[in-house]
C-alpha cells in the first residue's frame, strides 16, 4: 500500500494555515481531511468540486492533490449566491473577485480549471471519470439530490464522493449522505470527519454483514438528528438532546495512516497494480 511522504503533515499545517486566511466555512479539521482526499487517490480520474465560493477549498484540493501527481483540479460555480443556503456576499453581487485574487495569491490560479455556472449547467458538457467527487454548492434537497444524481455516474471504481454540511441545519447534505450514499451497497466505506460525510464508491455492489452493519448504525443515528434538526431547538432540553444525537455520530479527525489502512483494499491494489 502507497503511503504519503514523510513531509506530508507538515505540509498540511502550513496548508491549512494559509487556508484559514481565506473566507469560508470549511474547520481546520475539515481541511485536514479534504486535503487527504486530494493528496491520496483511491482511483484513477479528476477531482471535481462544486461550489467554491471565494477559494478556501479550492486552494486546498488544488494543493494538496500535487502529492497525487494531478496537474489540476475542475470547479464550478456560478459565483452568484444563486441559492437560499449560499453564503451571504455582504452586499456584492458576486465572489468572483475574491476567488480569483485568492487563487492568484496562493499560486493555484493554473492548477485550477474553473467553470463559471452551475453545476446543472455543466452536467451535460462533462465528459470525465472522477475520483474525488466535492460537493459544496447549494444544500437544499433538490439541488444536492441533482449534485449527486448527475455526477455520481462519473465516480470511478473506488472513488471517493464527499459532501459538506452533513452535520449542519441544510436539508439537502445530511438526507442525500443518508439515502444515498449510507443506503446504497455501492459505497463501501462511509464516514464523517466534521461535517464532511463521505462514501467510497464500488462498481460491484457489497452487502457485508459489517459493512451493512456500519452504514445501518449511521443511518440510524443520522436520522435521529435529521429529526431533531427539523425543530431547529436553539435552547433548553431539546438543544442538549440536539447536541447528544451530534455527539452519537463519530466525526473525529481520522489520522492520514488509519483512513488510508480503512479503504476498500481491493480497489486501491487493483489501481495501483494498473500502474496510474
Ligand atoms: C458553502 S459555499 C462553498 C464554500 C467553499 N467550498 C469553501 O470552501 O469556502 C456554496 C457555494 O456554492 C455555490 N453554488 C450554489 N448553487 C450552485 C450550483 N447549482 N452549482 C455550483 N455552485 C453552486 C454558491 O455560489 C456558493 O459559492
Known amino acids: 500500500m502507497r503511503m504519503l511522504p514523510d513531509n506530508y503533515e507538515q505540509y498540511v499545517d502550513q496548508l491549512v494555515k494559509e487556508a484559514e486566511g481565506v473566507e469560508g466555512h470549511l474547520s481546520i479539521r475539515e481541511m485536514r481531511f479534504l486535503s487527504l482526499l486530494a493528496a491520496y487517490p483511491t482511483a484513477p480520474g ?43 456576499l455582504g452586499g456584492a453581487l458576486s465572489a468572483k473577485a475574491d476567488f480569483e485574487s485568492n487563487l492568484s495569491i496562493h499560486g493555484v490560479t493554473d492548477r485550477v480549471r474553473f467553470h463559471r455556472m452551475t453545476s446543472q449547467e455543466l452536467a451535460p458538457l462533462w465528459s470525465s471519470k472522477i475520483r474525488l467527487l466535492w460537493i459544496d454548492g447549494d444544500h437544499t434537497y433538490g439541488g444536492t439530490k441533482a449534485d449527486f444524481d448527475l455526477f455520481h455516474p462519473w465516480l470511478e471504481d473506488g472513488a471517493i464522493i464527499a459532501l459538506h454540511d452533513v452535520l449542519n441545519i441544510f436539508d439537502g447534505p445530511i438526507r442525500v449522505f443518508s439515502e444515498d450514499i449510507l443506503g446504497s451497497p455501492h459505497f463501501v466505506r462511509v464516514g464523517l470527519c466534521g461535517s464532511i460525510g463521505w462514501g467510497q464508491y464500488s462498481r460491484a455492489p457489497q452487502k457485508t454483514f459489517s459493512i451493512d452493519s456500519t452504514r445501518r448504525l449511521l443511518q440510524k443515528r443520522i436520522l435521529k438528528l435529521r429529526n431533531m434538526m427539523n425543530l431547529r431547538p436553539q435552547k433548553g432540553i431539546s438543544h442538549f438532546r440536539y447536541k ?20 476498500a483494499q481491493s480497489s486501491v491494489e487493483q489501481y495501483r497494480g494498473s500502474g496510474a
Do not use: C, M, N
Request: proline share 8%.
Open 46 to 88: 479528476s477531482i471535481l468540486e462544486i461550489g467554491s465560493f471565494k477559494g478556501r477549498s479550492t486552494i486546498i484540493l488544488a494543493k494538496a492533490s500535487k502529492f497525487a501527481g494531478d496537474s489540476a483540479v475542475y470547479a464550478v460555480d456560478p459565483l452568484t449566491s444563486p441559492s437560499a443556503t449560499d453564503p451571504d
Open 244 to 263: 447528544f444525537l451530534r455527539w452519537q455520530i463519530p466525526h473525529e479527525l481520522i489520522s492520514p495512516k488509519e483512513w488510508i489502512a480503512g479503504l
